[in-house]
Each structure stands twice: as structure tokens, then as C-alpha cells.
């Protein structure tokens, strides 16, 4: 089956580690994405990746890191510089087309920092 | 600042009725819009797409867009208690070479039995 996969489903962090969240996907799609989302604020976009070895930040970047070194896989590293990591983080993916743009989501990860 | 405009809700229609669910955007260039469905503690699931001014039907969804007023809605007919979700509505622009989606921040839907 086709899908998008990520791990852990829970993860919990003390304060000043750095945390990595796997995304992987085998859709054979392009781009990449990284959301956050919390209580009332709807989906921000954190990174976001059009092709391998290649990545832009989206609106709330500051304190994630991203790599693309594979097609399948996005990986995002919450590093001690993010202020309030606690949030429901969602990776999804997509073809790159002239006007689509339909994502498709993975289950998510929910992270705590204690 | 583009801008994707949604009542917050909650909805509440009863058992059988039809849900409207309705959505605005500010970039008159934008092409692409999508329905998702997020259910409490769940990753969105699209539902419907639509790229072309007009109505499209898929089973008891119906997506209606109007470039002109820069207005998308979704109709829910026959509505069901497991239809009782966050729907989320998405436009896709085109910043130079990337493309990305901007999200409204969704409207709850209850479905009473």
C-alpha cells in the first residue's frame, strides 16, 4: 500500500534536547512538507521541499532543521532553539503539477516537551 | 498577506440534513482548492478538490467555486454523525517556482442523530 509513514506517533522531550521526527512516504512524490499544528491556529507550515537536496523555509522556521537526501524521506529536527515545541506535527506530500498541489497527509506526531 | 477565511463554527445540523460549509480567499490568482476532513486528534484527509468555476459531485460532497467572488463551498447532503469533523479548507498559490498551500483554520462540524 502507498502511503506516508511517520514515527514516533508520541514523543516526549526535555527542555534543551534536540528531537528528530521520521517522514517517510512511497507515493513517489516529489515535494515534502512540514506543518504544525496547534489548539486554535490551524496548520503552519514549517519546511518545505520540491526536490531532493533541496528545501525552503516556510512561515515559522526558526528553531527546525530539515534535510532531503532521499526522495522518500523529510525528516525534521526540533532543535532547543524552538520556544514552544509542544504541538501536533504533520509531514505530507505531493506531486509537483503546473496547478495542483493535493496533499496527502501522515498520521502525525504528537510531541511533548516536559 | 494572503488570506484563506473560514467561520470557525460549530455547525450543528441534524441527522439527514444538508451542511454547508463555506470558505473565502484573497488571491484573485489562486487555481487549485481542496476540501480536507480532520477528525479530533487526526492528520487531515483530502475529500474534494476543485480547479474549475462550476459544481463537482463526489457521492454526498459537492465542492461549488466561484473565481469571481473568490468563494468555495463544500454541501454535505444526507448528513451522518461520522461526518462530525473540523473541515479545512486549503488554496494553492504560487510564489515564483514554489507552491504552497494556505489553510483556513476550518470549520467544526456536528452532526446530530
Known amino acids: 500500500d502507498g502511503g506516508i509513514t511517520q514515527s514516533p506517533k508520541y514523543l516526549f522531550r526535555k527542555e534543551g534536547q534536540n528531537v528528530t521526527l521520521s517522514c517517510e512516504q512511497n507515493l513517489n512524490h516529489d515535494a515534502m512538507y512540514w506543518y504544525r499544528q496547534d489548539p486554535g491556529q490551524g496548520l503552519r507550515l514549517i519546511y518545505y521541499?520540491?526536490?531532493?537536496?533541496?528545501?525552503q523555509k516556510g512561515d515559522i522556521a526558526e528553531g527546525y532543521s530539515v534535510s532531503r537526501e532521499k526522495k522518500e524521506s523529510f525528516p525534521l529536527t526540533v532543535t532547543s532553539a524552538q520556544k514552544n515545541p509542544t504541538a501536533f506535527y504533520l509531514c505530507?506530500?505531493?506531486?509537483?503539477?503546473?496547478?495542483?498541489?493535493?496533499?496527502?497527509f501522515g498520521p502525525g506526531t504528537r510531541l511533548t516537551v516536559l | 498577506q494572503k488570506e484563506v477565511e473560514q467561520n470557525s463554527g460549530p455547525l450543528s445540523v441534524p441527522e439527514g440534513a444538508i451542511a454547508s460549509l463555506n470558505c473565502t480567499y484573497s488571491d484573485r490568482v489562486s487555481q487549485s482548492f481542496f476540501w480536507y476532513r480532520q477528525y479530533s486528534g487526526k492528520s487531515p484527509e483530502l475529500i474534494m478538490s476543485?480547479?474549475s468555476n462550476g459544481d463537482k459531485e463526489d457521492g454526498r460532497f459537492t465542492a461549488q467555486l466561484n473565481k469571481a467572488s473568490q468563494y468555495v463551498s463544500l454541501l454535505i447532503r444526507d448528513s451522518q454523525p461520522s461526518d462530525s469533523a473540523t473541515y479545512l479548507c486549503a488554496v494553492n498559490i504560487n510564489a515564483g517556482n514554489n507552491r504552497k498551500l494556505i489553510w483556513g483554520l476550518g470549520t467544526s462540524l456536528a452532526v446530530n442523530p
Open positions: 505530507a506530500s505531493s506531486v509537483t503539477g503546473v496547478t495542483f498541489n493535493e496533499q496527502f
Open positions: 521541499s520540491q526536490i531532493v537536496n533541496d528545501f
Open positions: 476543485i480547479y
